[in-house]
């Protein structure tokens, strides 16, 4: 499915272009951010495709063992607090598994199942932070369409209300 090499040497999104701008990114980390964001698309097309093959329950298992928040999940989020651009990136690491399981939110068996596990992935975040990311999934993911580019620049796009809570919480702290 992702066999060419255009699905891995990958433009920079105008949308990333502009992060990098706006919040002072550097191409490193941007590169970081490209990486993390295809890799969760890529896994959405994937199952997408198993899905409408007729590859449901495996799949759903697959998305749900995924979902399992693991204490290396939790420290990852305890070291990046405080810091913007790691809580950012923290953030857009929890896409891949989202990414591998919203496929088959609008599964009529399985779908608020998937929808619960995703929330509850979440869980051990901060509400605005889990809040950000589930308009990211919730907004995001349902509307992209065959390309996987334009999949990747319209996830990339949703990314700055991540980066918009993360420095917003900088604030918060500062006052």
Same mark, same amino acid.
């Given at each position: 499915?992702?066999?060419?090499?255009?699905?891995?040497?990958?433009?920079?999104? @105008?949308?990333? @272009?502009?992060?990098?701008?706006?919040?002072?990114?550097?191409?490193?980390?941007?590169?970081?951010?490209?990486?993390?964001?295809?890799?969760?698309?890529?896994?959405?097309?994937?199952?997408?495709?198993?899905?409408?093959?007729?590859?449901?329950?495996?799949?759903?298992?697959?998305?749900?063992?995924?979902?399992?928040?693991?204490?290396?999940?939790?420290?990852?989020?305890?070291?990046?607090?405080?810091?913007?651009?790691?809580?950012?990136?923290?953030?857009?690491?929890?896409?891949?598994?989202?990414?591998?399981?919203?496929?088959?939110?609008?599964?009529?068996?399985?779908?608020?199942?998937?929808?619960?596990?995703?929330?509850?992935?979440?869980?051990?975040?901060?509400?605005?932070?889990?809040?950000?990311?589930?308009?990211?999934?919730?907004?995001?993911?349902?509307?992209?369409?065959?390309?996987? @580019?334009?999949?990747?620049?319209?996830?990339?796009?949703?990314?700055?209300?991540?980066?918009?809570?993360?420095?917003?919480?900088?604030?918060?702290?500062?006052?």
């Amino acid at each position: 499915m992702h066999g060419s090499l255009r699905y891995y040497l990958l433009p920079f999104p @105008l949308a990333l @272009l502009e992060l990098v701008n706006g919040f002072g990114l550097s191409l490193e980390y941007a590169t970081n951010v490209l990486y993390l964001v295809s890799v969760a698309v890529k896994d959405y097309e994937v199952t997408r495709l198993l899905y409408k093959r007729g590859y449901v329950e495996d799949q759903v298992a697959y998305a749900k063992h995924l979902l399992t928040v693991s204490e290396g999940d939790k420290l990852s989020w305890d070291i990046s607090r405080g810091k913007p651009l790691a809580e950012a990136l923290c953030l857009i690491s929890c896409l891949k598994s989202i990414g591998c399981a919203a496929p088959l939110l609008s599964d009529k068996a399985f779908g608020q199942e998937i929808k619960r596990e995703i929330v509850k992935s979440l869980s051990y975040l901060p509400a605005d932070y889990s809040n950000t990311l589930l308009k990211v999934i919730f907004d995001g993911f349902p509307s992209l369409g065959a390309d996987t @580019l334009d999949n990747i620049h319209c996830i990339v796009g949703k990314c700055k209300t991540i980066f918009e809570t993360a420095f917003r919480s900088l604030t918060r702290q500062e006052v």
